[in-house]
């Protein structure tokens, strides 16, 4: 109980957004593995003491930004849609949410994602892609479009969730040059590509 009442106390998440600003701030310039605590807390106008009453080190930090960032984009995202038939409307608006998401917090993904490259972060978004695209596939059985296709599960997995990632990261390089609902829909003509042939 008081683990979650700390988790909602707005001066954690006010100390653990500057940090995350300051980190974000310190990449622009640095490479990961010349920052210090000290800097990170300088730059998020703290002191070091803070810093480790949030996190044991860098490493911890950079473990726990990307569980945060997962939990975020879980929650937009939603559980994957289990009905028999898809509806395409609302895939197209919940990946606009997701990409709306990325765009809000453009510079925080293109440093991890597009620009550093920090492979926890990569890592665990495919990871959480690839989990949820499992459980649309699983959860539609034989009436699955890979099932109906005759594609090998894991390929397509590998393929979906790369490909939305690998599109995601050259969005951010380029500077966002399309909106989240035009990006959408431009995966969703792709998808469709892919069912008409």
Sequence with gaps: MDNRKKET?????????????????????WELEKLTVNQLAKNA?????????????????????????????????GEPETNQKPNDVENMKTLERFL?????????????????????????????????????????????FVQKAGIQQEIFLWYDAAAILGTIEAWLRNDMPYTPAFLARQFYLIHKRGLAE
Excluded: C
């Design 9 to 29: 106390d707005p001066r954690i998440v006010r100390t653990r957004q500057l940090l995350k600003e300051a980190f974000v701030e310190l990449l622009q310039e």
């Design 45 to 77: 106008t703290i002191n070091r003491v803070t810093f480790y009453l949030h996190y044991k080190d860098i490493s911890d930090m950079l473990d726990k930004m990307a569980d945060e960032m997962i939990l975020e984009i879980s929650a937009i995202l």
């Design 100 to 144: 709306e998401h990325i765009a809000q917090n453009g510079k925080f993904y293109k440093t991890v994602l597009a620009t550093r490259r920090i492979p926890i972060f990569k890592e665990r978004l495919l990871n959480f892609l690839t989990e949820w695209l499992i459980t649309r596939i699983e959860s539609r059985g034989s009436d699955s």
